[in-house]
């Protein structure tokens, strides 16, 4: 039994299960912009299962595919993977798990998720490859993110019509999340660059590519502002996008200390842009 649980644990920190904190809320925001109201117990269950499971299949792939650059650098060559933890054998298991948990959900959800549940897992596979070739590999997982709230918008409302608003969460999704993954590359500037890997401190240097991550942050929050003046307008949620402007200002001004201006920021803000949502839809008031 103690063996079990040791493996369930070791699995969770190989997908890096806290992540999923930053997916949920985009997921649950679309299904609210697409229904006017929270979705049922039914459905919030099966946005759950697609949502942790598409995200288990998207760590997954991406320490597969990275394992051998993991293994050259330092502060990556204990993740399970390079370190041995893990069989690689183990590690398709749980991203094939999470790829059918993924599927199923979506298929319970309504046949359309099901038809467009490869455009996902396609990004997830094509995105770590990216970074061999070019610096816009923040890009790449920036798309893998933005497709979270249109996820949810389909799920709640199974079709594209009138999707404007979702469009425009899932811009400001793709701008926070490259901007982010930008201050998350400064970690790796000189092992990069060494490796001939392409990010844009790598390229740039940290500091210009500070400047790029500050300018896609004004990107994303001028989309939310978008968002607020097309469909949300409500005095708490003006007072929310307020705040979550705050906390893209506060991801720079800690950019310094990746672990505060990565994880714990950006957790907060997540669940902030479910607050600006959810307050800013009238039926929900």
Known sequence: ??????????????????????????????AILAAGRLPSWRLSGLILLAGFGARTAAFAFNRIIDRHIDRDNPRTAGRELPAGKMTLLEAWGVGLAGTAAYAWAAGAIAPICLYLSPVPLAVFLIYPYLKRFTPLAHFGIGAADALAPLGGWLAAHPSLTDVGPALWLGAFTFFWVSGF???????????????????????????????????????????????????????????????????????????????????????????????FVATGVPRLL
């Open 181 to 275: 993954d930008v201050i998350y590359a400064t970690m790796d500037e000189d092992f990069d660059r060494s490796r001939g890997l392409q990010s844009f401190p790598a390229r740039f240097g940290k500091s210009t590519a500070l400047r790029i991550s500050g300018l896609l942050h004004g990107l994303a929050f001028l989309s939310l502002c978008m968002l607020y003046a097309t469909f949300l307008r409500t005095p708490v949620a003006f007072v929310t996008l307020v705040a979550i402007g705050g906390l893209l200002f506060l991801e720079h001004r800690f950019s310094h200390d990746v672990d505060l201006a990565f994880f714990k920021i950006n957790a907060a803000l997540s669940f902030g842009i479910l607050g």
């Open 1 to 30: 039994m103690v063996n079990y649980f040791d493996r369930l644990a070791r699995y969770s920190r190989f997908v890096k299960m806290e992540h999923t904190l930053f997916s949920l809320p985009l997921l649950f925001s679309g």
